[in-house]
């Protein structure tokens, strides 16, 4: 089964059109909080979050710069509004947390964040999610969902940004 993609020129026109829309995320190299830092401390230094979410013991501040980053900070706090742990979590460890089978989109835009794409292929029945992320080399991660948004597979491979147009 091949990975999905879209010609390189349209691609290559998508990430120029979300780098200059994503100002917001800015340019994050590193997110460094340390435990029981303040909500608010946080709010000042990187601005509002791309997306806040529940978790059972308080809430998860995402920080992507997806589509056209590779880095996804979270941010979790307590229920009083203090850091528990801040981390990038576009990473080979990370993603081998996914359980195909046991996880749902809902789990992976939790632990993630939004993709950088949602694409369908035609020989995949579900959404195909995209994550854009760098380990040495900048790569793609995908994940394969079924209809009812259930994870049934995952695969990673290389961007190649640089690659000659084969339209």
Same mark, same amino acid.
């Given at each position: 089964?091949?990975?999905?993609?879209?010609?390189?020129?349209?691609? /290559?026109?998508?990430?120029?059109?979300?780098?200059?829309?994503?100002?917001?995320?800015?340019?994050?190299?590193?997110?460094?909080?340390?435990?029981? /830092?303040?909500?608010?401390?946080?709010?000042?230094?990187?601005?509002?979050?791309?997306?806040?979410?529940?978790?059972?013991?308080?809430?998860?501040?995402?920080?992507?710069?997806?589509?056209?980053?590779?880095?996804?900070?979270?941010?979790?706090?307590?229920?009083?509004?203090?850091?528990?742990?801040?981390?990038?979590?576009?990473?080979?460890?990370?993603?081998?947390?996914?359980?195909?089978?046991?996880?749902?989109?809902?789990?992976?835009?939790?632990?993630?964040?939004?993709?950088?794409?949602?694409?369908?292929?035609?020989?995949?029945?579900?959404?195909?999610?995209?994550?854009?992320?760098?380990?040495?080399?900048?790569?793609?991660?995908?994940?394969?969902?079924?209809?009812?948004?259930?994870?049934?597979?995952?695969?990673?491979?290389?961007?190649?940004?640089?690659?000659?147009?084969?339209?």
């Amino acid at each position: 089964m091949s990975a999905p993609c879209l010609p390189l020129r349209k691609l /290559t026109a998508a990430l120029a059109a979300a780098a200059l829309l994503g100002g917001c995320a800015g340019v994050l190299q590193r997110v460094d909080f340390a435990p029981g /830092t303040p909500r608010a401390d946080v709010l000042a230094r990187l601005g509002p979050p791309g997306r806040v979410v529940a978790l059972a013991d308080g809430e998860r501040l995402q920080y992507s710069q997806q589509p056209a980053g590779q880095f996804a900070y979270m941010v979790d706090l307590d229920r009083s509004g203090r850091v528990v742990q801040a981390r990038q979590v576009l990473t080979g460890n990370e993603f081998a947390r996914v359980r195909p089978g046991e996880w749902t989109r809902a789990d992976v835009e939790r632990e993630f964040g939004r993709p950088a794409m949602v694409e369908r292929t035609g020989d995949w029945a579900g959404d195909v999610l995209t994550y854009r992320w760098n380990d040495g080399s900048d790569m793609f991660f995908w994940v394969y969902l079924d209809s009812g948004n259930v994870v049934r597979r995952t695969q990673q491979g290389m961007e190649f940004i640089n690659a000659p147009n084969r339209d």
